[in-house]
């Protein structure tokens, strides 16, 4: 009993110090975008719907996170031609900018806890071929 206090306590530690970096997440799967956790510039979402369209991704996972050099992408499934294409857009933005953008309001529980990853993963599935 006292190892899996252990066990669950250290992995709340690590699930914090993960995403204490963490400046957003966003999911993108059959042409639709959704904000997984942070916030984001309603500029800069756009225009990596607009490239990830252009690319003719069906799914990924775009996570943004802060660094001592500025910030990092990192985007799951996509080579380094597509990732470097988000890497460029993502300069356009300066720290300062991507830190000050503000939240939704909507659905701000399910995004603090992760859930609204998993209403994500398990909704509809309609588009996919």
């Known amino acids: 009993m006292f190892y899996a206090l252990i066990a669950i306590a250290a992995g709340i ?29 309603g ?7 607009d490239a990830l369209k ?3 991704v069906k799914s990924t996972r775009v996570r943004v996170t802060r660094t ?9 499934g ?3 031609f597509h990732t470097q ?7 356009l933005f300066p720290l300062s ?10 659905n701000r529980l399910l995004r603090v806890f992760g859930f ?3 209403v994500w993963l398990f909704g509809s599935r309609d588009c996919d071929e």
Do not use: C, H, Y
């Open 54 to 56: 252009s690319m003719k």
């Open 13 to 41: 530690a690590w699930l914090v110090l993960e995403r204490s970096n963490e400046l957003f997440v966003l999911s993108w799967r059959n042409g639709e975008m959704r904000l997984v956790r942070g916030s984001v510039p």
């Open 97 to 106: 900018q991507l830190r000050s953008s503000t939240a939704p309001t909507q």
């Open 68 to 76: 001592a050099q500025g910030t990092t992408i990192t985007a799951s």
């Open 43 to 49: 500029r800069l979402r756009i225009d990596i719907g």
């Open 116 to 118: 609204s990853s998993l």
């Open 85 to 91: 294409r988000l890497r460029n857009i993502l300069q």
């Open 78 to 80: 996509l080579d380094d």
